[in-house]
Nanobody, 118 residues
Framework: QVQLVESGGGLVQAGGSLRLSCAAS????????MGWFRQAPGKEREFVGA????????DHADSVKGRFTISRDNAKNTVDLQMNSLKPEDTAVYYC???????????WGQGTQVTVSS
């Protein structure tokens, strides 16, 4: 059974930092591309960042480039999202995603709330 468990969310003032972590189990972690998405109230879920299985390819949404950095540790089966210079518009539930590049199932975590106060 595949599980993705996010942690590290919370309340922070604008300009502050948070580090989200996602712990994966039940899958061959190094095979999967891992990503972070977010969903603000009343809005659709949107892409934040993604990293390939061997960390060779990274991508970040334009809205977070230069502020957020995705990374992974295949030995620990974790993927992190370092978030700096946070803005109120970054407030959302952040979700971890595991995407099988072979075309198999993808998986989602339960989400962690990030709230940035002005």
């Amino acid at each position: 059974q595949v599980q993705l468990v996010e942690s590290g969310g919370g309340l922070v003032q604008a300009g502050g930092s948070l580090r989200l972590s996602c712990a994966a189990s039940g899958l061959t972690f190094s095979v999967y591309a891992m990503g972070w998405f977010r969903q603000a109230p009343g809005k659709e879920r949107e892409f934040v960042g993604a990293i390939s299985g061997n960390s060779g390819n990274l991508d970040h949404a334009d809205s977070v480039k230069g502020r957020f950095t995705i990374s992974r540790d295949n030995a620990k089966n974790t993927v992190d999202l370092q978030m700096n210079s946070l803005k109120p518009e970054d407030t959302a539930v952040y979700y971890c995603n595991a995407d099988d590049p072979r075309g198999g199932n993808d998986y989602w975590g339960q989400g962690t709330q990030v709230t940035v106060s002005s």
